[in-house]
T-cell receptor, first 116, second 116 residues
Framework: NAGVTQTPKFQVLKTGQSMTLQCAQD?????MYWYRQDPGMGLRLIYY???????DKGEVPNGYNVSRLNKREFSLRLESAAPSQTSVYFC???????????????FGPGTRLTVT | AQKVTQAQTEISVVEKEDVTLDCVYE???????LFWYKQPPSGELVFLIR??????QNEISGRYSWNFQKSTSSFNFTITASQVVDSAVYFC?????????????FGAGTQVVVTP
């Protein structure tokens, strides 16, 4: 099992450009999450998807959109990138509600994004 | 408001010394989960432990031990006889029962530097 995979690993964008970060999991998890990590601030939740077909805003959703394409895939889109979105982005998944292990999240390797 | 506080930004120790990382959390839920994650220089997030609010027993796993005290809302982590490979950023995180989808709220992290 690959666990949680993310593409790309690195990306440089110019201000105003758009891009989509891809995330996939092969653990048959119901819930998926996108976080951003900035120095000195830990990880902050951008969006999450409790189950296939649903998405909700997290702590810092402005400037982002998400799509839960199917149970396996959860993408994060930056429509018009800004320098403030320079960060490391992590995707995670968990079993979700109803499962005794629902609180345990598994993380992807991260995407390092620089916006100039 | 920050629900998880890791007051120590960086701790530097010499190999074989013990190091204790502090974590203080805030919640009104009676049921919640606490986590510790390790982020080595390679960048991935590694799950270390999960503890639920009804289990205050301390836990030891090899050189790692955790001290959970509900009375002081703390969940501290100790590395005994530290090694260079322990150099990493360590994150404490909280998941509250009222948030049934298992969203994690992270502290800012503590950088541990172990020198030979």
């Amino acid at each position: 099992n690959a666990g949680v995979t993310q593409t790309p690993k690195f990306q440089v964008l110019k201000t105003g450009q758009s891009m989509t970060l891809q995330c996939a999991q092969d653990m048959n998890h119901n819930s998926m999450y996108w976080y951003r990590q900035d120095p000195g601030m830990g990880l902050r939740l951008i969006y999450y998807s409790a189950s296939e077909g649903t998405t909700d805003k997290g702590e810092v959703p402005n400037g982002y959109n998400v799509s839960r394409l199917n149970k396996r895939e959860f993408s994060l889109r930056l429509e018009s990138a800004a320098p403030s979105q320079t960060s490391v982005y992590f995707c995670a998944s968990s079993a979700g509600q109803g499962d005794v292990d629902r609180y345990e999240q598994y993380f992807g390797p991260g995407t390092r994004l620089t916006v100039t | 408001a920050q629900k998880v506080t890791q007051a120590q930004t960086e701790i530097s120790v010499v190999e074989k010394e013990d190091v204790t990382l502090d974590c203080v959390y805030e919640t009104r839920d009676t049921t919640y989960y606490l986590f510790w994650y390790k982020q080595p220089p390679s960048g991935e997030l590694v799950f270390l432990i999960r503890r639920n609010s009804f289990d205050e027993q301390n836990e030891i796993s090899g050189r790692y031990s955790w001290n959970f005290q509900k009375s002081t809302s703390s969940f501290n982590f100790t590395i005994t006889a530290s090694q260079v490979v322990d150099s990493a950023v360590y994150f404490c995180a909280l998941s509250e029962e009222t948030d049934s989808w298992g969203k994690l709220q992270f502290g800012a992290g503590t950088q541990v530097v172990v020198t030979p």
